[in-house]
């Protein structure tokens, strides 16, 4: 046991480290042509120099404005995809396995479905005003539809072969949902919770361009309105960054609430 | 004999009108008996139990269970299916212990006593230490052993099984064989001994460890003939080296023989 856990140890060791530089050439290369590039465009305006942004960068987090619009963002992505979870998972699992609430619900989810959580602003901003309400609306409606159908797909794809062995063993229509349906089906929710938090960080821009008071997307729009180039860029470049970091933090949650659907995953 | 445990009166299955899976099958299964069934691959022995188990119905016929009709799964019928059907999401332990769980089988068992029959049953099938693994890290032959825990576990009173022994090496299937024997309740009066249905490619084994073998042909699959076989209980090695041992393996392959190869040969 020791001595295997031991090889893989060593075995990760080189690659991650390999990982590492990867990345890190990666963004190098990326940095200099943006530099270059930088030098190439007179204007400030339109492209600042990478030093800018950091100094930007710097000075927004000095001085409180990065964390606390971060924060801000990052808790109505938060309050929206939970509500998102406790709607839309529920929602899917019983369209998934149920052909009367598949056929209840199929059509009108088919017709929101492909609307843009944006294209609800306008009608948002009568309904709402400008505050947390409309930004949070705008989050929870981007996020609630990968999330609805991905569940119901996932429910509908259980192996019908463990749900017959949990039927011949006596268990009720509710323990196996709760059994045997929602653990098979976890993997395919999980996988449309990432593609519902990348959405959502998409529509947090623009829901808090127009619609809030603060956040990110407000800062944006602020400092564009400032002509302040570097710190739009540098809360682009924070977005980004945060983007990368939920989803990271999502891949790590399914591998410990799934470990053993992670065979051969090559993520 | 009085009433059978589980009566098949012409039963048929058919899949999309026209593959002919099952053709008037009629069999009797008493109560405490071992019944094997052997035949050429693809002649309907699953399907027969599936429809046992109460998860296809039958196309025409009727099928009894204690003289009401089968309509459904329940917890008295117990299946070990052929590609095992373990849950991925749950470890060695979590798939033996899941119809005492969550199952009508473990009512009335206090958790201390589900526990000690959960390792008891892991143990027996020789998977002590791998409790924690799950069924992706373990060899085929350990998850058709999880596989026939996770039925025992629940000690029901009918036993279904689908080619429960196929997968292991010689001597493990030896071994088992005689834990099923035990199980079933070969040193128990016929009264108190459970119902088996029990599928098998392997001749020998369904002579070891039956009261009587079915015998199917293939396409359609029909009942070839019923075997009874009256070697002495209990059975143990020296049932393996007896001379009527291999007389009645010899009779049963000479029934089979040109079914299996007219399958083959398709
Ligand atoms: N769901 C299904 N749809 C269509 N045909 C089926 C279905 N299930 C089984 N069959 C057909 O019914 C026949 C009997 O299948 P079955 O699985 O019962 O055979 P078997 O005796 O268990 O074979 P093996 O020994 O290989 O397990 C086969 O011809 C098979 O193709
Ligand atoms: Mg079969």
């Given at each position: 046991?020791?001595?295997?856990?031991?090889?893989?140890?060593?075995?990760?060791?080189?690659?991650?480290?390999g990982?590492?530089?990867?990345?890190?050439?990666?963004?190098a290369l990326?940095?200099?042509a943006w530099?270059?590039?930088?030098?190439?465009?007179?204007?400030k305006?339109?492209?600042?120099?990478?030093?800018a942004?950091?100094?930007?960068?710097?000075?927004?987090a000095l001085?409180g404005?990065?964390?606390g619009n971060a924060?801000?963002?990052?808790?109505?992505?938060?309050?929206?995809?939970?509500a998102a979870?406790v709607?839309?998972?529920p929602?899917?699992?019983?369209?998934?396995?149920?052909?009367?609430?598949?056929?209840?619900?199929e059509l009108?989810?088919?017709?929101?479905r492909?609307?843009a959580?944006?294209?609800?602003?306008?009608?948002?901003?009568?309904?709402?005003g400008i505050?947390h309400?409309?930004p949070?609306?705008i989050?929870?409606y981007?996020?609630?539809?990968?999330?609805?159908?991905g569940?119901a797909?996932?429910?509908?794809?259980?192996?019908?072969?463990?749900i017959?062995a949990?039927r011949?063993?006596?268990?009720?229509?509710?323990?196996?949902?709760?059994?045997?349906?929602?653990p098979?089906?976890?993997?395919?929710?999980?996988?449309?919770?990432r593609?519902?938090?990348?959405?959502s960080?998409?529509?947090?821009v623009?829901?808090?361009?127009v619609?809030?008071p603060?956040?990110?997307?407000?800062?944006?729009?602020?400092?564009?309105s400032?002509l302040?180039?570097?710190?739009?860029?540098?809360?682009i470049?924070?977005?980004?960054?945060?983007?990368?970091?939920?989803?990271?933090?999502?891949?790590?949650?399914?591998?410990?609430?799934?470990?053993?659907a992670?065979t051969?995953?090559a993520? | 004999m009085?009433?059978p445990?589980?009566?098949?009166?012409?039963?048929?299955?058919f899949?999309?009108g026209?593959?002919?899976a099952?053709e008037k099958?009629?069999?009797d299964i008493?109560d405490?008996?071992?019944?094997?069934?052997?035949?050429?691959?693809g002649?309907?022995k699953?399907?027969?139990?599936n429809?046992?188990?109460?998860?296809?119905?039958a196309?025409?016929?009727?099928?009894?269970?204690?003289?009401?009709p089968?309509?459904?799964?329940?917890a008295?019928?117990g299946?070990?299916f052929?590609?095992?059907?373990?849950?991925?999401?749950?470890?060695?332990?979590?798939?033996?212990e899941?119809?005492?769980?969550?199952?009508p089988?473990?009512?009335?068992?206090?958790?201390?006593e589900?526990?000690?029959?959960?390792?008891?049953?892991?143990e027996?099938?020789?998977l002590?230490?791998?409790?924690?693994?799950?069924p992706h890290?373990?060899?085929?032959?350990?998850?058709?052993?999880?596989?026939?825990?996770r039925l025992?576990?629940?000690e029901?009173e009918?036993?279904?099984?689908?080619?429960?022994?196929?997968?292991?090496?010689a001597?493990?299937r030896?071994?088992?064989?005689?834990?099923?024997?035990r199980?079933?309740?070969q040193?128990?009066?016929a009264?108190e001994?459970?119902?088996?249905?029990?599928i098998?490619?392997?001749?020998d084994?369904a002579?070891?460890l039956?009261?009587r073998?079915?015998?199917?042909?293939?396409?359609?699959g029909?009942?070839?003939?019923?075997?009874?076989?009256n070697?002495?209980?209990?059975?143990?090695d020296a049932?393996?080296?007896?001379?009527?041992?291999?007389?009645?393996?010899?009779?049963?392959w000479?029934?089979?023989?040109?079914?299996a190869y007219?399958?083959?040969?398709?």
């Amino acid at each position: 046991m020791s001595v295997v856990s031991s090889t893989n140890a060593k075995a990760a060791g080189p690659t991650r480290l390999g990982g590492v530089l990867v990345y890190l050439r990666t963004m190098a290369l990326f940095v200099l042509a943006w530099y270059a590039g930088s030098l190439l465009v007179p204007s400030k305006l339109l492209l600042p120099s990478p030093l800018a942004v950091a100094a930007a960068l710097r000075d927004t987090a000095l001085n409180g404005e990065l964390f606390g619009n971060a924060l801000i963002s990052l808790a109505r992505l938060s309050a929206s995809m939970l509500a998102a979870v406790v709607i839309a998972v529920p929602l899917g699992l019983l369209m998934g396995r149920s052909r009367l609430w598949n056929d209840l619900l199929e059509l009108p989810v088919e017709m929101l479905r492909p609307i843009a959580g944006i294209a609800w602003i306008p009608l948002a901003l009568y309904l709402f005003g400008i505050g947390h309400r409309l930004p949070l609306f705008i989050m929870f409606y981007t996020a609630f539809f990968p999330l609805l159908v991905g569940t119901a797909a996932g429910a509908a794809a259980v192996d019908r072969r463990l749900i017959a062995a949990a039927r011949t063993m006596g268990l009720s229509r509710s323990t196996i949902m709760r059994r045997v349906i929602v653990p098979a089906a976890l993997p395919a929710i999980l996988v449309s919770a990432r593609l519902a938090v990348a959405a959502s960080w998409t529509a947090v821009v623009a829901a808090e361009l127009v619609g809030a008071p603060n956040g990110l997307g407000y800062a944006i729009e602020y400092y564009r309105s400032m002509l302040s180039t570097p710190t739009v860029m540098a809360f682009i470049v924070t977005i980004g960054l945060l983007g990368f970091l939920t989803d990271k933090g999502l891949r790590q949650l399914s591998r410990v609430l799934t470990p053993w659907a992670q065979t051969g995953a090559a993520q | 004999m009085s009433t059978p445990k589980i009566r098949l009166d012409a039963v048929s299955k058919f899949f999309g009108g026209s593959v002919v899976a099952v053709e008037k099958l009629s069999l009797d299964i008493r109560d405490g008996e071992f019944l094997a069934i052997v035949g050429p691959s693809g002649c309907g022995k699953t399907t027969v139990l599936n429809m046992l188990a109460g998860l296809e119905p039958a196309t025409s016929g009727t099928m009894m269970l204690n003289g009401k009709p089968i309509e459904g799964p329940g917890a008295e019928r117990g299946v070990m299916f052929q590609d095992y059907a373990l849950f991925p999401w749950r470890t060695v332990r979590g798939n033996v212990e899941f119809g005492l769980v969550y199952g009508p089988a473990g009512q009335g068992l206090s958790p201390a006593e589900r526990t000690e029959r959960v390792e008891r049953t892991i143990e027996m099938v020789g998977l002590t230490g791998s409790q924690e693994k799950y069924p992706h890290q373990l060899s085929g032959g350990m998850r058709q052993r999880v596989a026939l825990a996770r039925l025992m576990a629940n000690e029901p009173e009918i036993l279904l099984m689908d080619e429960p022994l196929a997968a292991l090496d010689a001597q493990t299937r030896v071994i088992l064989q005689d834990e099923l024997l035990r199980i079933w309740g070969q040193d128990r009066p016929a009264p108190e001994r459970r119902t088996v249905v029990f599928i098998t490619h392997a001749i020998d084994e369904a002579v070891f460890l039956a009261d009587r073998v079915a015998v199917l042909s293939s396409h359609p699959g029909r009942l070839k003939q019923i075997v009874d076989i009256n070697l002495p209980r209990p059975r143990g090695d020296a049932t393996r080296r007896s001379g009527e041992f291999a007389r009645l393996c010899q009779s049963i392959w000479e029934l089979i023989r040109e079914e299996a190869y007219r399958a083959t040969m398709n």
